[in-house]
């Protein structure tokens, strides 16, 4: 079984876990792309000067609009605006469980995988640069670290993977982890 149908098989073995209604919809992709004989996620540095998530390291996506008939649509439809990807050129591999942001967003991760060498536009007023980070990469364990963060008088556990001069963290390193640890299991245990 090659990779893509390993990660196809993964996700669709996975309970998925969704969380009630409440908070603004929005949805995410997680595109994965082959690359010198691997795949690699794509994720892109937010510019300083957006509102939400300035300089943080995030996947394309954002919060569902209207027209959206569901929150694939949404993360499509980011993905296209953010990074030029055509929704028609992604293979959706699966959907991981609903993660709640801090910034009151319902946010539904989908994985998916568009050709290599893609021909990427980015929206430079959204996205400061594009990371093409290898899946080996992220499974190396001393990339990865936990810290115990105060918020609203809980400690809730923070997830890092670096990346050269980059932390990716947050809740683009708790949907990195999840989908590391359903596809590659152990692999990815401290």
């Known amino acids: 079984m090659d990779l893509k149908d390993h990660i196809k ?13 409440g908070p603004v919809p929005a ?15 794509l ?8 509102n939400h998530h300035r300089g943080e390291i995030a996947f394309p996506g954002g919060s569902a609009d209207p027209d959206d008939t569901d929150l694939l649509q ?11 990807i055509a929704p028609e050129d992604v293979d959706i591999l699966g959907v991981l469980d609903d993660f709640y942001s801090i910034h ?18 980015v929206n430079s007023w959204e996205i400061e640069r594009i990371l093409e980070v ?25 997830h890092f993977y670096t990346f050269g001069d980059d932390e990716i963290w947050g809740l683009t390193a708790a949907i990195l982890k999840q989908f590391l640890d359903l596809v590659f299991g152990r692999l990815t245990q401290p």
């Open 9 to 21: 098989t993964a996700l669709a073995a996975h309970v998925r876990v969704p969380m009630a209604p």
């Open 134 to 158: 290898p899946l080996s990469h992220l499974l190396r364990p001393e990339v990865f670290r936990t810290e115990d963060w105060n918020w609203k008088g809980r400690q809730h556990p923070v």
């Open 43 to 50: 994720l892109t540095k937010r510019t300083e000067h957006l």
């Open 74 to 84: 949404t993360a499509l439809r980011e993905t296209w605006e953010e990074v030029g």
């Open 27 to 41: 949805a995410v992709l997680l595109p994965l792309f082959p690359k010198s004989g691997e795949y690699h996620v």
């Open 104 to 121: 009151n967003y319902l946010v539904t991760p989908y994985v998916g995988l568009f050709p290599a060498d893609y021909p990427l536009k």
